[in-house]
């Protein structure tokens, strides 16, 4: 699992490459984390390379949208699989993220 950051003016572009799992949670909100210790207005989680995303995955998504919004920071979510799709689908997470269909469209919307 890899996380590569990429400041695109006031937008943070976290791209996650690798599953979201129990082993790899922990380090993926660190790394969320310093850019929330940072107060970063908008921020984007590309998902293109994610193909697998476990209960302690989400939690930790949901904890960082949760911590943005303390700020009003806004956090969007782009590029998911139809597997990763279906699962924020299936917990009614489409509700509570902003989904795009890719970085371009996610970073337009903002």
Request: proline residues 2%; hydrophobic residues 40%; charged residues 30%.
């Amino acid at each position: 699992m890899r996380v590569n950051i990429e400041n695109r003016g006031e937008i943070a572009v976290v791209a996650i490459h690798g599953d979201i799992d129990i082993n790899t949670a922990p380090e993926i909100k660190k790394s969320l984390d310093r850019l929330i210790s940072e107060k970063k207005p908008k921020v984007l989680i590309n998902l293109k390379d994610v193909d697998y995303v476990d209960s302690s995955g989400l939690a930790t998504l949901v904890e960082v949208l949760k911590k943005l919004r303390a700020y009003g920071g806004k956090l969007k979510l782009a590029s998911l699989s139809e597997k990763v799709k279906g699962l924020f689908e299936i917990t009614k997470l489409t509700k509570l993220f902003d989904i795009a269909s890719d970085e371009t469209s996610a970073i337009g919307s903002f």
